[in-house]
């Protein structure tokens, strides 16, 4: 009983400290970032581009992290987002959850064994599955802004300006996230870095989105090669406009299939869930046998691969 109140106690703990999280998240995001971006445009020096590091806010952390190899993809996937956070934090957060699913899963199962195997992995990979999900918002709201971007590119452009007056236009006009990015590659060009460099670096941080490398491409070349600039950004920002909705039309028309896979994925855990809420006794012998343990872990291994072949027909190549 004791362990029941303990287990309540810190899901509900969990759950009040992350609602208050992403409420406080919620309403600073916007501002944080105009007010990034403002402070680097406002002053005389430009101010810097590079993010801080993402590792941890401690040398010696970071240290310890950098040498473990793989918290280095999690910052730079962290530098993929507006996600104001680093990879200790993510870390932390992710064996709280995986604690605390342990914690819960052990009142069903009475195995803090299998607990823990089940519980520690889905809780450490849930906040870098939020991460990642946001790194794929954030590109789809680029390729979502970047014809505006594209247009308000070329009216500075026919006005007499030059290119980094463009983007710079775009950078205090436009909404966010394109507004950060153009930012930072005025910024890189405001403190004398190379221009291919400047432009390249915008498909670096944001490296799966096909449109901007499209629009970058287009910019080195017509730098080191001449051209009709003008010509070059409206025909971009049409073809770019274009492969947006054909992009929402696959998403539109893939819907039911992603949403079947989200259903067929959680139909398991729901399942299990509701048995051992409802009769305890009835899984007892699979996850205290082992042979019934070897098979929960062979299934949850089908079931990750079912739900990566699931995501993989709902993907549309193009």
């Not at 064996?95 to 803090?112: E, F, N, P, Q």
């Not at 979502?144 to 300006?161: E, F, N, T, W």
């Not at 983007?167 to 004398?192: D, H, N, S, Y």
């Not at 509701?274 to 062979?298: C, H, M, R, S, W």
Request: proline content about 4%.
């Amino acid at each position: 009983m004791n362990l029941v109140l303990v287990a309540l106690g810190l899901v509900v703990l969990l759950v009040a400290q992350g609602i208050y999280y992403s409420v406080m998240w919620w309403g600073q995001r916007r501002r944080d970032a105009l007010h990034e971006r403002l402070r680097s445009l406002a002053t005389p020096e430009g101010g810097t581009l590079m993010r801080e590091r993402r590792l941890a806010r401690s040398p010696r952390l970071a240290e310890v992290l950098r040498a473990l190899g793989f918290p280095e993809k999690l910052e730079k996937l962290l530098l993929q987002t507006d996600i104001d956070t680093t990879v200790d934090v993510l870390l932390g957060v992710g064996l709280m959850l995986g604690l605390g699913l342990t914690l819960l899963l052990s009142v069903v199962t009475k195995s803090i064994a299998l607990s823990a195997l089940l519980g520690m992995p889905l809780g450490i990979a849930a906040p870098i599955v939020y991460v990642a999900s946001t790194r794929s918002r954030r590109v789809r709201k680029i390729s979502a802004q970047l014809p505006d971007a594209l247009d308000m590119m070329v009216r500075s452009l026919r006005a007499g300006h030059g290119v980094a007056a463009g983007l710079k236009l775009v950078a205090t006009e436009m909404p966010v996230p394109i507004a950060v990015e153009f930012g930072r590659c005025f910024e890189e060009l405001q403190i004398g870095g190379d221009f291919r460099d400047a432009v390249r670096n915008m498909t670096t941080r944001v490296p799966t989105n096909l449109d901007l490398r499209i629009f970058a491409t287009s910019l080195i070349i017509q730098h080191e090669t001449g051209g009709n600039l003008v010509e070059i950004l409206e025909t971009i920002a049409h073809t770019v406009r274009e492969r947006f909705k054909f992009s929402g039309k696959l998403r539109a028309l893939t819907t039911e299939v992603r949403y079947s896979g989200y259903v067929l994925g959680a139909l398991p855990f729901v399942c299990a869930l509701a048995i051992g809420l409802l009769n305890p006794t009835y899984l007892k012998p699979l996850y205290e046998d082992a042979l019934g343990q070897a098979i929960i872990v062979f299934g949850v291994v089908l079931w990750g691969g079912g739900i990566l072949w699931m995501r993989r027909l709902s993907e549309v190549d193009y």
